[in-house]
């Protein structure tokens, strides 16, 4: 059975700051790692997904690694802004089931 | 283009009762995926439907059911309600085979 873990649980930096969430899984056999980010209520917004076979991805300030062997995928976030108050939400995709696994988040706040 | 929508927004029951939760998926998406955020456990799997199917079940009781019609929208069924089962409804929808899924803003069941 798969599981992820994100750490750290909580994150507040200053604005301008770069930062790194991390998030981990049991189960190297994955169809890929998805980011999302998910405001106070709200649903899930998707940020980046890897594919098994990639190493990367990037959107604009944000990057996304997957390193399959150690079970390891890290969302770094450049010259963060009060906008990226969120938590952000790692998953891990299940071949042939269509279904994510989830970690339980990192809540990030970011400091005018 | 509409995202995917889900009504209600909230819904307040008693133990004991039912609940039905809707959720539209995006136009041309034919997979629906539900999704339960309870608080302190994090976003888990419920349940997929494709093209009126049931395709695949999380870890969930048989009180938790749902369907997909013929215009690929989709209910979730929950009876028999409990306590424990106050939480953030997700649903999802996708191209089938698609790896990525949009979400819903979600539906907020409170059980008293």
């Known amino acids: 059975k798969q599981e992820v873990t994100q750490i750290p649980a909580a994150l507040s930096v200053p604005e301008g700051e770069n930062l790194v969430l991390n998030c981990s899984f049991t189960?190297?056999?994955?169809?890929?790692l998805q980011w999302f980010r998910q405001d106070p209520g709200k649903g899930l917004t998707s940020l980046l997904l890897?594919?098994?076979?990639?190493r990367e991805q990037t959107s604009g300030r944000l990057n996304a690694s997957l390193d399959k062997s150690s079970g390891r995928s890290t969302l770094y976030i450049a010259a963060s802004q009060p906008g990226d108050s969120a938590t952000y939400l790692c998953?891990?995709?299940?071949?042939?089931?269509?279904?994510?696994?989830f970690g339980k988040g990192t809540m990030l706040l970011v400091s005018p | 283009e509409a995202g995917v929508t889900q009504s209600p927004t909230h819904l307040i029951k008693t133990r004991g009762q039912q609940a039905t939760l809707r959720c539209s998926p995006i136009s041309g998406h034919t997979s629906v995926y539900w999704y339960q955020q309870a608080l302190g456990l994090g976003l888990q799997f419920l349940l997929w439907y494709d093209e009126g199917e049931e395709r695949n079940r999380g870890n969930f009781p048989p009180r938790f059911s749902g369907r997909q019609f013929p215009n690929y929208s989709s209910e979730l069924n929950v009876n028999a309600l409990e306590l424990e089962d106050s939480a953030l409804y997700l649903c999802?929808?996708?191209?089938?085979?698609?790896?990525?899924?949009?979400f819903g803003p979600g539906t907020r069941l409170l059980v008293l």
């Open positions: 999802a929808s996708s191209l089938y085979g698609d790896e990525t899924q949009y």
């Open positions: 998953a891990a995709g299940s071949s042939g089931y269509s279904t994510l696994t």
């Open positions: 189960d190297s056999a994955i169809y890929n």
């Open positions: 890897i594919q098994s076979s990639q």
